[in-house]
């Protein structure tokens, strides 16, 4: 590509000349980014399933696999923009198929970060800042309706409440701390986590049976991401175990009636799926004037 008919945008890994007006663009990060944006890519990523909350958005995009997505499969399909983000691996091959963006991706709460490298790729910062723009808006609005219920100390609710976030794995069960994505929309919306995740060490970490009490707080938030139907049945068994071992039936959550299973959105990475973790903020956690 002429350098005229480009323009030159740093990244993780150096520079890309890319389109002014990109038409093949593959985003193997999460393709639900480019949607929102207004770019509907040819192919890409939908992590977390957020791909099912897309509808008609995704007609016509090739969804690739989260892991190991197939050089043949991306130069096939053309693409003249390839946004990345988990793929310095197979950064130069992809090079060699259409000037790629690579957006470093260290923890889940690097999200706006790469959100805003996407959108400076695709030409559509403008975009990106009303986009989060209206994302700040709503905590906005999350804080002050959960200040309705004060205290006489003046403490606000989402300075008491602690909030646990769990996923369901086929063979384990894993807490997420505050550098996950999920964990940093709780503290963009000012909620407290409980003392065992309320910490930033690698996202997630995977806890033994011995460790369930590390699961309590005021309010829980569970998840079980079954990618195929078999891992789907896998993660469902161990559920029902964890649900069965007398130690959760120990814990203050459970006892309370405070735990939301909500969908694998809350692993995502995306705007959007940082707005729908935001709907079950607003749907589980504020409280409704009688």
């Known amino acids: 590509m002429h350098a005229s008919q480009c323009r030159v945008v740093e990244h993780a890994m150096g520079e890309a000349c890319v389109p002014y007006y990109p038409q093949r663009v593959i985003s193997l990060g999460d393709a639900a980014n480019t949607i929102a944006l207004g770019v509907k890519p040819v192919a890409g990523v939908f992590r977390g399933g957020f791909e099912s909350l897309l509808g008609e958005r995704i007609t016509g995009i090739e969804q690739l696999p989260v892991v190991d997505p ?60 009303q986009l989060m723009a209206d994302y700040e808006t709503r905590l906005a609005q999350f804080k002050a309706e959960m200040n309705i219920d004060e205290t006489p100390s003046g403490e606000n609710r989402s300075n008491q409440i602690k909030v646990s976030v769990v996923r369901i794995y086929p063979e384990a069960i894993a807490i997420y701390f505050k550098d996950s994505f999920c964990g940093s929309i709780l503290e963009d919306a000012g909620l407290s986590r409980p003392p065992a995740q309320d910490r930033e060490w690698d996202g997630q ?86």
């Open 70 to 129: 197939s050089l043949e499969t991306i130069a096939v399909l053309n693409p003249d923009l390839i946004l990345a983000t988990y793929h310095k691996a197979i950064y130069n091959q992809l090079t060699q198929i259409a000037p790629t963006v690579l957006a470093s991706w260290e923890t889940g709460s690097d999200w706006k970060k790469v959100f805003f490298k996407e959108a400076e790729a695709l030409g559509r910062v403008d975009q990106a800042q």
């Open 205 to 290: 970490q995977q806890l033994s049976k011995e460790r369930i009490r590390d699961l309590d707080a005021d309010v829980m938030f569970l998840w079980t991401y079954g990618y195929n139907a078999e891992i789907a049945q896998q993660v469902n068994t161990t559920l029902e175990k964890l649900k069965a071992d007398p130690l959760w039936s120990q814990l203050k959550v459970v006892q309370q009636g405070k735990v939301y299973e909500v969908p694998s959105y809350w692993i995502g990475d995306s705007i959007l799926a940082a707005n729908a973790v935001l709907d079950d903020l607003f749907r589980y956690l504020v409280v409704k004037e009688e």
